[in-house]
């Protein structure tokens, strides 16, 4: 368990200044174990598909032995009509031999097999890469979602831990004038359950903004009790709502992961069939070895091997009909499939898109809401006096403020997750080929002219 935590976080860049959403995207995508292993399964199919490309290759065999007997191997011989024995046993190999042979052999059906064999291998190799391109999409999208609500986290958890220690002593002053009856009872009791409120409110959202940084964290595959801190940069400004959706929708059958890994799949299986089919067909296998005997009554001991062999299992053409059909059912099916797939994308284009218009109005009510609450807070904080209620009415203020700001944090953070859901639904990608030969910082600063890129020219109106 040990080995593993430290192989978990070995290697990585150490935390030397405030991490920006770049930078934090770039952290995400070069530790994130989910990419590693999608990495490590690219590989593996890589490799794969190097050694299925080898089984194309003739065979070369080399062989050496030895061979001892007990007795001598002979015979004697007879007439065929008379049958009196016409010569004495005699023998013509020793009883200890040694031999040896390299024989070179190719056969027509397993070269065909084989080759859509390696076939099958390097679509599957595509297949892993873009199973890695939707964990890169997958990772890119939680970090956006994460990074911005864990910076709202940085900025007001403080606060609200003030907040809710003045809250805490407001609702001990409270049970003091209960308890010595300086005002009514119900009053009192209404004044406790609205400091309550504000309590419970506002616990619930600290746990959301403790929850928000644990969440980055565990993207960017942190060790827990590391401590960063989260670049405080201005809120990067929202595009507008794409209204070209035919483009979209075209783009994203044209570079969603999903769609492509059908297309190659498609391929696998067709490949799958034809293998089958070379097997029903006449096989054709040429031999050449050359061969040692030591055997002494040998007058040559050395000798070349050739030969070439025609053989057909004519039964196995029963099996064409089936293998048509099943190969006509296996098209339709992934074409289906593929259909089906693509009639999910394109609705999850057209929702992505609205669900982003919603966002933004989400965030125009927050904001909207916010400077609301402000502005009570500054008339409540104007008007107080040296009064128990109007003390209560100034933290009820600052408490309903300060909601209004998580709030707000929240409804951004909503509508760039929105706005990575909608990138995500298109299926574009913001990686360079290799991220193994980056530093963090120069990964981040490639990644940020990408998506910058893309949204002037995939998301342009």
């Known amino acids: 368990m040990t080995q593993d935590l430290q192989t978990m976080y070995a290697d990585q860049e150490p935390f030397t200044h405030p991490i920006t959403f770049h930078e934090a995207s770039a952290r995400a995508l070069k530790y994130n174990l989910d990419y590693r292993l999608k990495l490590m399964e690219d590989a593996l199919s890589r490799s794969l598909s190097d050694v299925a490309s080898y089984e194309m290759l003739p065979r070369l065999v080399a062989g050496a032995g030895y061979v001892s007997r007990n007795n001598d191997s002979g015979g004697r011989s007879i007439g065929i009509e008379d049958r009196i024995e016409s010569l004495r046993p005699s023998t013509s190999q020793d009883r200890d031999r040694t031999l040896a042979n390299l024989t070179f052999s190719w056969n027509a059906l397993d070269f065909g097999v084989s080759y859509y064999r390696a076939q099958q291998k390097a679509d599957q190799v595509l297949m892993s890469e873009e199973r890695r391109r939707k964990v890169v999409q997958n990772v890119l999208q939680d970090v956006r979602n994460s990074y911005w609500r864990a910076l709202g986290s940085q900025r007001l958890i403080g606060r609200v831990d003030v907040l809710l220690m003045r809250v805490n002593r407001a609702l001990e002053r409270a049970k003091l004038v209960q308890r010595d009856g300086l005002m009514p009872q119900p009053q009192v009791l209404a004044y406790q359950r609205a400091l309550l409120d504000a309590v419970n409110l506002l616990t619930l959202r600290r746990q959301d903004l ?252």
Request: glycine letters at 4%.
């Open 210 to 461: 403790e929850l928000a940084r644990a969440e980055l964290s565990a993207l960017m595959s942190v060790q827990p009790g590391t401590p960063y801190t989260l670049a405080d940069e201005k809120e990067q400004a929202l595009p507008t709502v794409p209204t070209h959706l035919e483009d979209l929708e075209r783009m994203a059958l044209e570079k969603r992961p999903e769609i492509m890994e059908e297309w190659y799949r498609k391929r696998v299986t067709e490949n799958d069939i034809k293998a089958a089919k070379i097997l029903l067909w006449p096989n054709v296998s040429v031999d050449l070895g050359a061969q040692y005997d030591s055997n002494r009554f040998n007058y040559n001991s050395n000798w070349i091997d050739t030969g070439i062999r025609l053989s057909w299992n004519m039964l196995k053409l029963t099996q064409l009909p089936a293998l048509e059909k099943a190969q006509a059912n296996q098209n339709k099916t992934d074409d289906m499939r593929r259909m089906a797939l693509s009639m999910a994308v394109l609705t999850q284009v057209r929702v992505g898109v609205q669900r982003y218009a919603l966002a933004l109005s989400e965030l125009q009510f927050s904001e909207e809401s916010l400077r609301v609450d402000q502005s009570l807070l500054s008339f409540a904080k104007a008007a107080a006096k040296t009064h128990f209620d109007s003390e209560l009415e100034v933290i009820r203020s600052e408490a309903r403020a300060l909601l209004a700001e998580y709030q707000r944090y929240a409804s951004y953070s909503n509508a760039q997750a929105a706005w990575g859901r909608l990138y995500n639904s298109v299926g574009l990608d913001v990686l360079p080929e290799t991220i193994d030969g980056h530093d963090i910082k120069t990964l981040g600063s490639t990644m940020e002219k990408t998506m910058a890129e893309w949204q002037s020219t995939a998301f342009k109106k």
